[in-house]
Structure formats: C-alpha cells, structure tokens
C-alpha cells in the first residue's frame, strides 16, 4: 500500500504540473489588447463604384487583426447579412447620394442618427467625384439624375479622400477612431492630432477643386511635382509642364480628386512631426496579440 500510495502522490504531482504548464502556456498566448472594448464600425454604400470597399479589403491581414482585435463589422452590404442600419461607433460611407432614391437619403439620414463618427470614404462621398457626371438617362434607372456628396445632406467628421482612399490610410483611420474612442488619454491625444487634418477636411465643404490645390500647395511653394494630382484627374484636366501641374479650369468637374491625393495638401505641419509616434502606435496595434507559434 505505502508503494502504491508513493505512486499515486508522483503521479498526482506530475498531472499538478502538467497542469500549471498548461495553463502559464495559455496565460502566455493569450491575446492582449491595448484596450479592452472593441468598437462597433459598419460600411454604408450609397451611389459608387465599391472601389473603395475593395481598398479596404486590400488590407489583407491587417483588416482580420483590425476585426479580431479591434471592431465589429455590424453592417455592410457586402459582407455582413445585416439589412437596417444599426447602431454603431464609426460608419464609412462610401459613395454619393442619388436625391431620386427615396431609400438611399433615408439611410444616409438614419446613418447619422445612428452613427458617433461618420466617415466620408472616398472622393465620391466627400465631393461627389465622378458622379458629378450623372445627368440621368441610364437604361436601368433613367429617373436617377442628381447625386451629392453626402456632406450636403448630414453633418460629416472625417473624410478619407481619394478614388479610391489607399488601403493604409483607411487602417490607419480606423486604428486612430478606435484609439480615440476607447485608449487612454495619451493614445487619444494622438489619435486626436493624427485625425485633426481629416476632420479639418470635412469642415472646409463638398467640393475641391485644382483652384483649392494651386493656393494651397503650389502657390505655398510646396509642390514636388510628383504629379499624383495629373494622375487622379478623372477627367484629365490635368498636366504636367515643366514639372508643374497646370489645370484647365473648363473641363475641372470639381470633384475633389487631385486635392485629396495631393501628399501635401492637407496634412499640415501640425501631425507631421508626430508620424514617427503614430507609426509606431499604429504597428503596435497591428502586432499586439501574436503569438510566437
């Protein structure tokens, strides 16, 4: 008995430790998060193409971790089986809104009354880009004639410009409403200075135009000649002489495009500086929660 019970005491302790192991493993793989609470974010598509929609997806891995870690997708067309609006915490609203669409100015509508931050994504939504075009007729919808940049109609705090927007800069947004909604006061400070620039944007209006560029950024002597603005014009109004952009006022449509894709327009001196910081925070982000496996 004394042998059997010795045994039994080994085997006991032997399964205690096992067990401790298991459960420090399981400590040490455990996710952690910079803050606890995840956001609630939604994809409202109105009048547009769904590029934008498919930059966003273009984030690849750093979308799942964004959704893992960060949000939930409560609505979106595309990939969420969601049919009305809920409430949420950021909406993106990607594209413009046709006046003859009864249900399309509802939604927008609903979308604000139901949204903390709503987001302007893309040129569409923030200055109606290419759908400026619109003058009705279309085989399918021949009565759907107006369109307008959804800050004509409710009350927008931040714009993500471009056609479509670059994958980084919307997970950069998203990262930094999170962190402003739910991180400490130093996380939100900064979150704050990173979205100070596209919430500046939202208040300056619903159209941009080469005019906007030329007092802005090539009068200030800021131009590089680059020539992102020449190759964003969707209507080629656009060219570059000796280096310099030169726009035909006639045949610019107003819709934003050049403006927003301009590295040098709206990303003012006052964020600059802190870009090293907000990468860091923003890879950080990104990576916290993996584990070594």
């Avoid at 927008?156 to 056609?163: M, S």
């Amino acid at each position: 008995m004394g042998l059997l019970n010795s045994i039994e005491k080994t085997m006991g302790k032997e399964a205690k430790l096992a067990l401790v192991a298991m459960e420090n493993k399981a400590e040490a793989t455990k996710e952690k998060k910079p803050v606890t609470n995840k956001i609630k974010i939604g994809h409202v598509h109105m009048s547009g193409c769904t590029g934008c929609l498919v930059s966003l997806a273009d984030n690849n891995l750093g979308l799942i971790k964004i959704l893992d870690d960060y949000a939930d997708l409560v609505y979106c067309l595309t990939l969420a089986d969601v049919r009305h609006i809920p409430e949420m915490d950021v909406a993106l609203v990607e594209g413009s809104v046709c006046l003859q669409d009864h249900e399309s100015v509802e939604d927008i509508k609903e979308t604000r009354k139901k949204s903390k931050i709503v987001v302007a994504l893309g040129s569409c939504a923030c200055y109606g880009n290419i759908t400026r075009f619109s003058r009705g007729g279309q085989h399918n919808q021949p009565q759907h004639e107006s369109y307008l940049p959804i800050g004509d109609l409710i009350d927008v705090d931040v714009y993500i410009p471009g056609c479509p927007p670059s994958p980084e800069l919307i997970r950069n947004v998203a990262v930094m409403a999170y962190l402003l909604l739910e991180g400490n006061e130093e996380q939100k400070e900064l979150a704050g200075k990173y979205l100070k620039p596209l919430m500046d944007l939202a208040k300056r209006g619903t159209s941009g135009c080469f005019c906007d560029l030329m007092y802005d950024v090539i009068n200030q002597g800021l131009c590089m000649g680059c020539g992102t603005c020449a190759a964003s014009c969707p209507v080629h109004a656009i060219t570059l002489e000796f280096g310099k952009p030169q726009g035909e006022r006639d045949l610019c449509i107003k819709c934003g495009s050049c403006y927003g894709a301009c590295p040098r327009s709206f990303f003012n001196l006052d964020v600059i500086p802190e870009f090293e910081n907000i990468n860091e925070i923003i890879a950080n982000a990104l990576k916290e929660g993996e584990s070594d496996d």
